[in-house]
C-alpha cells in the first residue's frame, strides 16, 4: 500500500465528506441556477465532451488549441443520438425527449443528418460565471482535501 493508500484509509470519513459535499452542492447549483434536471445536464456535458475530445490532445498548451475568448479553435464534432444513449446509459426515448428540451433551451443544436452540437450561444455569461463558480469550488474542495490527507499521520 502505498502512502497515498494510507493517508486515504486513515481520512476516510473527513475526505468522503469534503467530495460528497461538492458534489452534492454542483448538483443542486446545476438545478438551481442552470435550471436543468441532472440528466440534461448530463447530456448537455456529454454533447460537449464528444464533441471536443478529438482536439484536446493530453499536454497541449491552451493556446495551441483554444481561440483568444477561451473556446475551441476549429469546430466541434456532431455526436449521434445512439453514441449518447450508449455513453449516458439512459433509454433513448429518454435521451432524444432531453435532447429536444435543450434545443429549444438553445443549448444544443441539431445538423441537417441528426446528430447533435453545443449551441455556443448556449454558453451564455450565466453558464459562464456558473463555470467560473464552480472551478473555484472545485479547487477549493481540492485544496481541503489536500490538507487532510497531507495532515494525516501515516505510521
Given at each position: ?105 438553445g443549448k444544443l443544436v441539431r445538423t441537417e443528418d441528426g446528430q447533435w452540437q453545443v449551441s455556443r450561444a448556449g454558453v ?32
Amino acid at each position: 500500500m502505498d502512502d497515498f493508500d494510507k493517508r486515504f484509509d486513515k481520512t476516510f470519513s473527513m475526505v468522503a465528506f469534503a467530495c460528497n459535499r461538492h458534489l452534492v452542492d454542483h448538483m443542486r447549483r446545476i438545478v438551481s441556477l442552470l435550471d436543468m434536471d441532472l440528466e440534461s445536464a448530463m447530456l448537455w456535458g456529454l454533447v460537449a465532451h464528444l464533441g471536443v475530445a478529438h482536439a484536446l490532445r493530453p499536454g497541449a498548451l491552451p493556446e495551441d488549441l483554444l481561440s483568444p475568448d477561451g473556446f475551441l479553435l476549429g469546430e466541434a464534432r456532431p455526436v449521434r443520438l445512439a453514441d449518447l444513449v450508449q455513453v449516458s446509459g439512459l433509454p433513448k426515448e429518454t435521451v432524444r425527449r432531453k435532447l429536444g428540451k435543450l434545443r429549444e433551451k438553445g443549448k444544443l443544436v441539431r445538423t441537417e443528418d441528426g446528430q447533435w452540437q453545443v449551441s455556443r450561444a448556449g454558453v451564455d455569461e450565466p453558464v459562464h460565471e456558473f463555470t467560473r463558480e464552480t472551478v473555484k469550488r472545485l479547487l477549493q474542495t481540492a485544496r481541503a482535501i489536500q490538507g487532510i490527507l497531507q495532515h494525516a499521520r501515516v505510521d
